[in-house]
């Protein structure tokens, strides 16, 4: 287990680096001398109590915000301090999709997706179509959700949508911001297995905001606590479990959390315990 500040003795291949972030809105300092780092490949879950700055923290590395302070790198880059004309091209090496999907209402699932290839210079517009339709199969959509609209889906039809949009340009990192909020727990697992099926198959390197246990125990490598303005802590669910701090022991050790373990168990035992 490790504190936000401290580096990983395996020298793993560190994809997203952040030291000292300061994200402070008028008076009100969200963040404050925060530290993460991020590996290459894995499911970090980010956790934390109302008002501790998840989302935000998850938009100031998609660059969506700027802090007030602090240094941030992401694929090497050094995303805070890059010539204008750079950033489009970095932000390609990403995708983001934010709470239920946040899909274009006037445009079919396709022309969602179809939004960020745009942006490629010279793609012939049916093969933009192909691709399209091809990254909704990958997300388990049918082959007709292309023609819906918004709409016309249900809630977890509508996170898949938004999922396909985030990998339209093929990136290295996905950020989801609490992918399974408003799901039922069948939809909410089958959402988890596809999360961790496109990481392990496409080499994927996911950032996400959850307060799902269930998503914690079942698909997250490792677990990034926010309180008291920063990263209070890093590690493995088992690892969580042992951290001496009151809110992290509360949420880790309440009823909803032994009720995810004992679901885990039931499945053959969670692989992060």
């Not at 079919?108 to 399209?132: C, W, Y």
């Not at 609209?149 to 340009?169: D, F, T, V």
Request: a negative charge.
């Amino acid at each position: 287990m490790a504190d936000g500040s401290a580096l990983d003795s395996t020298d793993r291949d560190v994809v997203i680096s952040i030291r000292g972030l300061r994200n402070q809105f008028g008076r009100q300092v969200v963040h404050d001398n925060l530290d993460l780092d991020i590996y290459r490949g894995e499911i970090l879950g980010v956790v934390g109590g109302s008002g501790t700055g998840k989302s935000v923290l998850l938009r100031t590395i998609a660059g969506l915000n700027r802090p007030a302070a602090g240094t941030l790198t992401v694929l090497g880059d050094d995303v805070l301090n890059r010539p204008p004309l750079a950033a489009g091209e970095t932000e390609t090496r990403w995708g983001v999709m934010f709470q239920d999907g946040a899909l274009f209402s006037s445009l079919t699932v396709r022309e969602n997706v179809e939004v960020p290839m745009r942006t490629v210079p010279g793609l012939d517009p049916k093969i933009r179509r192909a691709l399209a339709d091809l990254k909704i199969s990958m997300v388990g959509l049918p082959y007709f959700a292309g023609d819906k609209y918004p709409s016309e889906l249900s809630g977890g039809m509508r996170k898949r949508a938004g999922l396909a949009r985030a990998l339209a340009l093929d990136p290295q990192i996905v950020f989801l911001d609490e992918p399974t909020a408003g799901l039922d727990p069948i939809g909410a697992a089958d959402f988890d297995t596809l999360i961790r099926g496109l990481s392990r198959s496409l080499g994927l390197t996911v950032f996400l905001v959850t307060h799902d246990l269930d998503t914690l125990h079942a698909i997250c490598d490792r677990i990034a606590v926010l309180a008291e303005k920063k990263v209070l802590v890093t590690g493995t669910m088992k690892e969580m479990l042992s951290v001496d701090h009151p809110w992290v022991h509360d949420y880790f050790h309440g009823p909803r959390a032994r009720a995810a373990l004992d679901t885990q168990m039931a499945h053959g035992g969670p692989d992060k315990v």
